[in-house]
Structures are given as structure tokens and as C-alpha cells.
T-cell receptor
Framework: DGGITQSPKYLFRKEGQNVTLSCEQN?????MYWYRQDPGQGLRLIYY???????QKGDIAEGYSVSREKKESFPLTVTSAQKNPTAFYLC??????????????FGPGTRLLVL | RKEVEQDPGPFNVPEGATVAFNCTYS??????FFWYRQDCRKEPKLLMS???SGNEDGRFTAQLNRASQYISLLIRDSKLSDSATYLC????????????FGKGTMLLVSP
């Protein structure tokens, strides 16, 4: 089945630790995105990538880093510089980052908690 | 003015009721519009795109009013399974850009 997978489902981070969230898609989509969602809040864009080996900062990129070495994969690293990382992290993909449709499809998400 | 605004609710309705949500957007050049549904602690899922002429998918009807810059979602004959948060999503341009998400409107359908 085609889709987007994220792992792990739950992740615990200790103070000062970097953690990496996985996102893989087999939809052959060009564009991939990372969002953060806090309780009662909307989705906020962290990073996005339109093509392999290229990515752009979103609205809240500080304390996060990404890579896009393969079309299928867009891992997100939450660094120790991110002081309030507890949130629900959602990865999404779309066929194209441009055009009038640009529908995005989401993975099941990763919940990150700080110990 | 926030880019995409929605009434957070919750909207509490009985089964079988008709309920409508509105969403306003600030960028008059916005190109396309969507409604997503998000269940508690789950990922958002596309409910329907919103076309200029309005469109219907079963019990769901979406409308776009470009002059007033709002879109609406009408749900007829509400089911218990319709209980969720409904996200209004706007594409601000036809070029390279990202979607803008509203914070969502919560719907609770009771027996």
C-alpha cells in the first residue's frame, strides 16, 4: 500500500539530547513537509523540501534540522537548541510544491515528550 | 488579521442535525482551498477540495465566496462518526508556496 510512515510513534528526549524523527513515503511525491502541532493550536511549518538535496525553512525552523538525500525520505532532527520540543510532529508530502492543487497527505505523526 | 481564521467551537449537535462551519482567509490572491478532518490524536486527512462553483460529496457541501474571502463546510444528517476537528486550509498562490492551516473547528455529535 502507498503511503507515508513515521517512526517512532512516541519518542522521549532527555535534556541536551538530539533526536531524529523518521519520515518515509512511497507515493513518489516530490515535495515533503514537517509540521509541529501543539494542543489547541494549528499546524506550524518547520521545514519543507521541494526536491532532493534541497530544503527551505518554514515558520519555526530554529532548533530543528533536516536532510533530503533521497526522494522517499525526509528525516527531522530536533536539536538541544529547541527549548520546548514537546509536541505532535507531522510529516506530509505532495505531488508538487507548485500548482493550484498541492494537496498534502500526512503520516500518522510522532509524539515527542521531554523527560 | 490572522491568515486563516476559524471558530474553534466546539459545535455540539445531535445526530441527524445539519451544521455549518465558516472560515475566513486574509490573502485575496489565494488560489485553492481545502477542508481536512482531524480526529483526536491523529493526523489530518483530506476531506474535500473546495471549488469556485461549490462542490458536494455525499453529506458534505463546500462553498467558496471569493468576494468576502470565506469558505464554508455544510454537513447534513450528522453522524456520531463526524465528531472531529475540521481544518480549513488555504493555498496562497499558484507558484511555489506552502499551505496555510487554520486552527480548526471542533464538532461533537451526540446521540
Amino acid at each position: 500500500d502507498g503511503g507515508i510512515t513515521q517512526s517512532p510513534k512516541y519518542l522521549f528526549r532527555k535534556e541536551g539530547q538530539n533526536v531524529t524523527l523518521s519520515c518515509e513515503q512511497n507515493l513518489n511525491h516530490d515535495a515533503m513537509y514537517w509540521y509541529r502541532q501543539d494542543p489547541g493550536q494549528g499546524l506550524r511549518l518547520i521545514y519543507y523540501s521541494q526536491i532532493v538535496n534541497d530544503f527551505q525553512k518554514g515558520d519555526i525552523a530554529e532548533g530543528y534540522s533536516v536532510s533530503r538525500e533521497k526522494k522517499e525520505s525526509f528525516p527531522l532532527t530536533v536539536t538541544s537548541a529547541q527549548k520546548n520540543p514537546t509536541a505532535f510532529y507531522l510529516c506530509a508530502s505532495s505531488t508538487s510544491p507548485s500548482g493550484s492543487l498541492k494537496t498534502q497527505y500526512f503520516g500518522p505523526g510522532t509524539r515527542l515528550l521531554v523527560l | 488579521r490572522k491568515e486563516v481564521e476559524q471558530d474553534p467551537g466546539p459545535f455540539n449537535v445531535p445526530e441527524g442535525a445539519t451544521v455549518a462551519f465558516n472560515c475566513t482567509y486574509s490573502n485575496s490572491a489565494s488560489q485553492s482551498f481545502f477542508w481536512y478532518r482531524q480526529d483526536c490524536r491523529k493526523e489530518p486527512k483530506l476531506l474535500m477540495s473546495v471549488y469556485s462553483s461549490g462542490n458536494e460529496d455525499g453529506r458534505f457541501t463546500a462553498q467558496l465566496n471569493r468576494a468576502s474571502q470565506y469558505i464554508s463546510l455544510l454537513i447534513r444528517d450528522s453522524k456520531l462518526s463526524d465528531s472531529a476537528t475540521y481544518l480549513c486550509v488555504v493555498n496562497p498562490s499558484s507558484g511555489y508556496s506552502t499551505l496555510t492551516f487554520g486552527k480548526g473547528t471542533m464538532l461533537l455529535v451526540s446521540p
